[in-house]
DNA sequence: CTGCGACCTCACGCGGCGTGAGAGTCAAGT
DNA sequence: ACTTGACTCTCACGCCGCGTGAGGTCGCAG
């Protein structure tokens, strides 16, 4: 059509047809991810048509938010997953689409503020974005648990979870709590079987909802009711002496 | 909690608060972002309550997306229209989220032939994503209609479309194409009825699938299938003398 | 006095190119 | 044969938002 097929084409040639810059060809040639496979003597880089066709799957896999080396990684190993390269590029793809509209849910929000002449105090702000406590729980949380396994299944289930699924999740928690509340308030035991049943609820609510729960961690958890003030204040609230009850239980469920 | 108000909390203490690291508030020290209000004698950097309250926003324009030196911006100057700030922020993250969900659906179908067993080979790749051709087309459409409302119209919808929708798109082109070539063939004049109502489906496929065509439009349209060569080869590859008939019928259609 | 941890200031590194600088190459026009 | 102008080449620094040391100082506890 153009006519331009006879042993190659010039980076200016290949970058006008594909829409990238001739400095976007030189750096992937630079750094081995799309090398020329010929020139001319004096120096000019021609591209094949394979070399064409492996640009088109790199443009496509940079569309699909590769970064540069795993792109040369799927193209250069034909045995590689791409199948789970996708899914993981789908999962990342999907939870940052989940940032952004909460990122527009609050900026509607500020801009309705601005708009209705309310400056933004202190106090909307934190209404609007969390308050410094939670940042500050999950700063400590981060510092924590951050390298562990747990931690990090955490944060890739929850940054999935739609707004529907929050909900579900929360009275799911309601639920937990509620059987824990019934329990103490009936006077059954924590090792009674109504105190079992709520912690191994407790336990398959977190291992469901959030990472892979051993009993090892599940103890954990028991101990750190009890020992962090948080969540005593979180337990106690429901109901006084609950943060130990609920501790006492899963301590009877996991010590059998 | 902890309890530090007394007269300013030092790095460590706003990093692990605000669960920022300590080398983004040198950071934002450095380029003038967050300057601390004071320091001690030794050259620590203590924050003031007014430092954390302008951190406080900083964070949030953060997560809104803008640039630092933007954030500097609307902070230092209180004349500046934070909500038209605002407006430009929304567009830009509508905008993002549009390319994303086009994206999700490009990983789809991407998962959907690895799935199915069908490795992505060369043709199918350019069957999913567009190929040479078209690409070097958008190349060119973009350098000449980018700014127009009819390119980011058919940007925005041509980015929804699923292979199925493809498929009947492709279905009513052909339908279209043979309509002008049954015209053609059957000695009908581009200004004979058959040709007007080919012309005029053509006009209804275009609107329908891609962008508000506007009459004028479709004139424009039609001299670029006989001014470029393209669009030529296209058609006349269909039917020698295609892309003059097309183009005599639709400025047949249009004239009235 | 000796640690230890928190703090300080450089200063280089990353990714994915943009953006020149300075020099060579190619095809067309004079 | 020479010039022009478009295209190409190879360095090499710049950008953004920090991460990640290196090497030294400060403050407090034992």
């Known amino acids: 059509m153009t006519g331009v097929t006879e042993a190659g084409m010039t980076v200016g040639q290949v970058a006008e047809r594909f829409a990238v810059t001739v400095r976007t060809l030189h750096h992937y040639d630079e750094i081995g991810l799309l090398r020329p496979s010929r020139r001319t003597a004096a120096g000019y880089r021609l591209y094949t048509d394979a070399d064409v066709t492996r640009l088109q799957h790199v443009i496509v896999y940079r569309r699909l938010g590769f970064a540069l080396d795993e792109i040369a ?3 250069d190993d034909p045995d590689a997953d791409v199948a789970s390269h996708l899914r993981r ?4 793809v999907m939870s940052r689409l989940d940032e952004l509209s909460g990122l527009v849910v609050a900026i509607d ?3 309705e503020a601005e708009m209705s002449g309310i400056r933004l105090t202190r106090e909307e702000q934190q209404e609007l974005f969390g308050d410094g406590f939670s940042e500050e729980y999950q700063a400590e949380a981060r510092e924590r648990w951050g390298d562990t396994e747990e931690w990090k299944q955490s944060q890739a289930r929850t940054a999935q979870y739609t707004k529907a699924d929050w909900e ?20 059954a035991a924590p090792d009674s079987e109504a105190g079992l049943a709520a912690a191994d609820a407790h336990g398959r609510h977190i291992h469901d909802r959030f990472y892979d729960l051993s009993p090892e961690m599940h103890l954990c958890l028991a101990r750190m009711y009890v020992a962090d003030e948080r969540f005593t204040a979180y337990y106690d609230d429901l109901e006084p002496g609950l943060a130990q009850y609920v501790h006492d239980a899963i301590e009877a469920l996991r010590a059998t």
Chains 1, 2 share one sequence.
Request: hydrophobic share 50%; proline share 0%; aromatic share 4%.
């Open 73 to 75: 990684e799927v193209l």
């Open 89 to 92: 590029q789908r999962d990342a």
């Open 109 to 111: 929000r500020a801009l």
């Open 168 to 187: 579900a999740i929360k009275a799911e928690t309601d639920a937990v709590n509620d059987a824990f509340v019934a329990a103490k308030r009936s006077g």
